[in-house]
């Protein structure tokens, strides 16, 4: 069974804002056994609108579109699928009353336009909105099905989950998408095509995603098949042998993020952490902390730009820094040694390095990062250079191989005195 | 003149990556004088790429797609447009010589498959491609100009700017777009609109976008027109008018973020800054850090989860995290100071909040912040609730209430001692 999306909305033919709805419906109807194969995105014209909607029907079983339900003049889905479809639209007094209610709720009375927003084409189904004023629509006509969702995520998620997904999956499909998410940091794109690329070969029938970002590279082998059983095995299977090919460098075979591993191993190994970090400027500590319940392994952390907060916040000795300069083995050493001690944490990460665009020279190049890892024991180091990008880019590489440093680190106990 | 922007890539048809190309596309045709009507993203089916183009060549002037020009397999753009518009595909010695010298630069045999992006449609102009082997396309094609470019989004901008945009300069499209970019903080989107509502009327030839975010609204005013004098002129008056209407809420109408205001407003002032932040993690000073040259004013930051480091790193004293808890003014305050006078800035910002999802508590409920900013001369402080969503966004609405805490302090000199 093959779907269309179609985000409705001027404001996604701007260069400020792009459909996210779409990933989220993706993943929802690959679940239930419905290939997306075409996506678009169109304004608030009539016009444009049903030329969207007429050739999706004409490629797609199931079209679904968010957006365009509100109660204002630019909000004209209800309308234009309407018209494209013949038929007449109508009041249904259950939803006027629903909005009229909500309006009170708030101690408002409903603005006369508003009404616009319970009309409801013939044979269409109403799906309630729990949490907005516009309610969804399914319509079925010549063997394809219509569904219009409102835009805003909240509402969107909420109204599929009870409304949408249900009605679907009465629908019986058996062939549904399977798949897994195995993530890898530290290794370039093309070797981990050159390690896992022969085993596509012996499943020809699993496709493989292979995505890049700066942070590391995404796999996703993945079966369209109506045996759950056999497919979850292969998927077993296949992963099995990609994560002997890919060893160290893989860090999850769930679409786990580096911050939930690494938190994970913590709180296994009821470990602590503390972090100081220069030019990562407070994104690595970002990253341990945007976990719920991080509070429970992060003590935390210290950003210090300057030498002088190198000194006096975290204990690295200003001669260290005159003699190494601040972007150094020693320095990041330092750093991770010193805030261990400071934080009484049982893990200490330095990192220092230069993000640019300016403060690079030949030996000490723009992307060049130290990251330091000490417990009690004793510490090591690793130097990094990231060839390509601009200073965010850099960052977050740095901030990714910290974050690895920590997990390598109990992959291969334990620290010698260095 | 009218746009359709076609995203080629099975990858973008899964729950894991958005077109964003599109963005840069739209934002570049707009300043030329080209309006986006539509975009689609599609997969690497031939049925499905030529329902696409067709579709889009009977709907806009200008048909611009993305990816889909590699060597593989995969890559049918230049196969699907050259059969879709009746023309025969040669080899371009040009091209192939340019892709074999590519590979010998980097000591490689030009794998033969890549041969396959030296063929070029009957007609069409090539468009040197400087950073990458796939050469970019230029067909007209029955009033149509149809561009094929590559997905790597380093490339396109090259190839945009080297070979496209000089190429529909020279259309001489009169009309352009011509735009400006407010942003707001601390008032909630019902009341920004409320404001800035009723100036629509007295400037009905304009068009003001409206997009909201955790961070912050956003309003884009702009107009479509033929006379740049008069568009600038206009766009500067109702963007004062919003101004005036917006008052100390809006702090750029130029699109900066947030930490550029706060940077150049520190620079300006000959201020240095350092933060002391629980709830937000790091976000602060990720925030201010992710600017070039942050380095002149950012001295360093704190994250201090625990209330041991609060103590031993900003000498927040114990007796009053036992006292007031370590959500509170008190320790807002304290935190601000502390770090002030540990750094030896000139200002000093303390953030402690709940961004949960656990721990709170019907008097300190999760989105209770407090934000608090000291100089040598005093110090303030604010409570925040932020009502909705979950921890990222919590702690996002909490870095940008404290980045807005700076901007303020400059706007509402002097702190009084507390």
């Known amino acids: 069974m093959r779907a269309e999306i179609i985000a409705v909305g001027s404001e996604l033919l701007t260069p400020y804002r792009v459909d996210t709805n779409s990933l989220f419906l993706t993943d929802e109807l690959n679940r239930i ?6 996506k678009a995105v169109v304004g ?26 509100g109660p204002t003049d630019d909000d004209r889905t209800r309308q234009t699928v309407a018209e494209l479809l013949g038929r007449k639209l109508h009041t249904d007094e259950g939803i006027l009353q629903r909005i009229r209610e909500r309006f009170r709720r708030y101690n408002r009375a409903m603005p006369e336009i508003n009404a616009r927003q319970a009309l409801v084409p013939e044979g269409a189904t109403v799906l309630p909105n729990a949490r907005g004023s516009a309610p969804g629509l399914w319509i079925e006509s010549g063997g394809h099905i219509v569904i219009l969702l409102p835009g805003v995520p909240m509402e969107l998620h909420a109204l599929f989950e009870k409304e949408v997904k249900p009605r679907l999956l009465q629908l019986g499909l058996t062939e549904r998408l399977f798949t897994r998410d195995l993530r890898i940091v530290g290794l370039p794109e093309s070797e981990v095509e050159q390690r896992v690329s022969p085993l596509y070969a012996l499943y020809p029938e699993t496709e493989t995603t292979i995505l890049a ?30 994560a002997l090919a890919l060893g160290e460098y893989l860090y999850t075979t769930r679409g786990e993020t580096l911050e939930q591993v690494v938190g994970r191993v913590l709180t296994e190994n009821r470990a602590t952490i503390a972090v100081a970090e220069s030019c990562t400027g407070g994104m690595l500590a970002e990253r341990l902390t945007n976990m719920p319940g991080s509070s429970a392994y992060f003590q935390g952390g210290v950003v210090c730009y300057s030498n002088e907060l190198k000194t006096s916040l975290v204990g690295v000795p200003p001669d260290m ?10 320095v990041a050493l330092a750093l991770a040694d010193g805030i261990r ?78």
Chains 1, 2 share one sequence.
Not at 215 to 236: F, R, V, Y
């Open 33 to 38: 056994g419905i290939r997306v194969v075409h």
């Open 44 to 69: 608030d014209t009539p016009e444009e609108m049903r030329s969207s909607f007429r050739h999706a029907l004409g490629r797609a079983d199931v079209v679904v579109s968010t957006g365009g339900l």
């Open 341 to 418: 001690r400071r934080a009484g944490a049982t893990l200490g990460v330095g990192v220092t390095g230069i993000a640019g665009p300016g403060g690079g020279s030949p030996e000490k190049p723009v992307g060049l990062v130290h990251v330091g890892i000490a417990d009690e024991q004793g510490s090591r180091e690793k130097a990094f250079r990231f060839p390509y990008g601009d200073r965010d880019r850099i960052r977050q590489q740095a901030a990714q191989a910290a974050l690895d440093a920590v997990r390598r680190y109990f992959l291969f106990p334990p620290l010698a005195r260095s």
């Open 321 to 330: 820094i005159e003699n190494t300069g601040a972007v150094s083995s020693e």
């Open 213 to 242: 970002a700066p942070t590391g590279i995404q796999l996703h082998p993945s079966i369209w098949s109506n045996d759950a059983g056999s497919a979850e095995n292969m998927l077993e299977e296949i992963s099995e042998r990609m």
